[in-house]
């Protein structure tokens, strides 16, 4: 399916015009003052995980692989990848650990997240765009310093290292994005 690289976002499969099948790391689109503007794709090739970068102009057609998003449920992992299931067929399938990348840490037992498939092969992962987690270790507040916008280092429950605001102490449980790890505001359970 062909559509415009201004089109392209973050996880899609796209088919170079070389063959080869990469996913999408980010997909920028620059529109400068005078001039063409134009969409640059990071991507990764799916055959041997080289990343690549393709610079488009944002209404040039670019051929979108056919993959299909499936609901999975995070099981666990081990040496030999992650595990998911299928809620409806339980069917259970093992992903490679390059596949998840970065994104792992973020990954808790019981997740529903989007996977997709390609020729029965799982490609991407998509993540809930929030995790709730607990603060495990982190400074504590300096008196006065509640009011003002600066944001000190925290450890959470998985391991991960986030900025906090300073009134968030250790065993608060916050919300984190999983695109980009940041704070977005504490658990309201």
């Not at 056919?66 to 990848?81: A, H, M, P, Q, R």
């Not at 991407?124 to 003002?148: C, D, F, W, Y």
């Amino acid at each position: 399916m062909r559509v415009i690289a201004s089109s392209i976002r973050k996880g899609n499969i796209i088919e170079r015009d070389d063959g080869q099948l990469c996913v999408v790391l980010s997909a920028e689109s620059f529109h400068p003052g005078k001039g063409t503007p134009t969409t640059q794709i990071d991507m990764r090739r799916l055959s041997d995980g080289v990343k690549v970068t393709d610079r488009f102009k944002t209404t040039e057609q670019v051929e979108r692989a056919f993959v299909e998003d499936k609901n999975y449920d995070f099981l666990y992992s081990d040496n030999d990848g992650y595990h998911f299931m299928n809620a409806d067929t339980y069917d259970q399938i093992q992903v490679p650990a390059d596949v998840i990348g970065d994104q792992k840490q973020w990954l808790q037992e019981g997740m529903k997240v989007i996977l997709s498939i390609f020729n029965e092969i799982p490609v991407g992962i998509q993540l809930p765009p929030r995790v709730t987690l607990e603060i495990v270790e982190t400074e504590p507040a300096m008196k006065g310093q509640t009011a003002s916008s600066s944001y000190k280092p925290a450890k959470l429950s998985n391991g991960a290292r986030v900025m906090v605001p300073p009134h968030v102490s250790t065993g608060t449980r916050v919300v984190i994005q999983t695109e980009d790890g940041a704070y977005v505001e504490r658990a309201k359970d």
